[in-house]
């Protein structure tokens, strides 16, 4: 079976612009969550998907979104893009029942100029 | 930031050595999840805890849930050069809404072969 695949791997933007990232989770996977990972903060949760709905939001600003689609695919997007915007960004599926374990992608590493 | 309290920050061991590594937050845990990242790579689960004073192990690795559910340590017995890497702790929250995950901010183990 194969994994959570992100895409692109490595992207590189300047200040003021906005990113798409895209992740396809593990067949059968209905739920995706991402993550934000920095030296300085560690892996913080962004926002939850489960069957296209967004079911759970972490604690950052308006300018990070997200959506998924029927075939639980998901996108995330940053606008108006900052220095400290600069991260490994993590995608992890689930099956979307209780009590499951979430798998992890190889993220997207973002540099922002 | 951080919401689990990982300890110990960075370990360097002698090839062969036994390792203990833990996590404790002031939160009730439901689940508690212990990851390895490599370099540019995202967290593979190692094991995964569901029950309080759960004892897992997998290969060489053992992970406990605590009894206390605010709580969890992993050992590594005879470490081994490939071992190298970080590694972190990770929970859902009782009674947290959906899959979101808390992580501690990791230990890096390196072994001296």
């Known amino acids: 079976k194969a994994g959570v695949t992100q895409t692109p791997r490595y992207l590189i933007k300047t200040r003021g612009q906005q990113v798409t990232l895209s992740c396809s989770p593990i067949s059968g996977h209905r739920s995706v969550s991402w993550y934000q990972q920095t030296p300085g903060q560690g892996l913080q949760f962004l926002f939850e998907y489960f069957s296209e709905t967004q079911r759970n939001k972490g604690n950052f600003p308006g300018r990070f979104s997200g959506r998924q689609f029927s075939n639980s695919r998901s996108e995330m997007n940053v606008s108006t893009l900052e220095l400290g915007d600069s991260a490994l960004y993590l995608c992890?599926?689930?099956?979307?029942?209780?009590?499951?374990?979430?798998?992890f992608g190889p993220g997207t590493r973002l540099l922002v100029l | 930031g951080q919401q689990l309290n990982q300890s110990p920050q960075s370990m360097f061991i002698q090839e062969g050595e036994d390792v203990s590594m833990n996590c404790t937050s002031s939160?009730?845990?439901?689940?508690w999840l212990w990851y390895k990242q490599d370099p540019g790579e995202g967290p593979v689960l190692l094991i995964a805890?569901?029950?309080?004073?759960e004892l897992t192990s997998n290969g060489r690795l053992t992970a406990q849930f605590g009894i206390t559910r605010k709580d969890s340590f992993l050992n590594i017995s005879a470490s081994i050069p490939s071992d190298v890497g970080i590694y972190f702790c990770a929970g859902r929250r009782l009674l947290e809404y959906g899959n979101k995950l808390v992580f501690g901010a990791g230990t890096i183990l390196r072994v001296k072969s």
């Open positions: 805890l569901y029950k309080a004073g």
């Open positions: 939160s009730i845990f439901n689940t």
């Open positions: 992890a599926s689930y099956t979307g029942l209780a009590g499951e374990t979430q798998y």
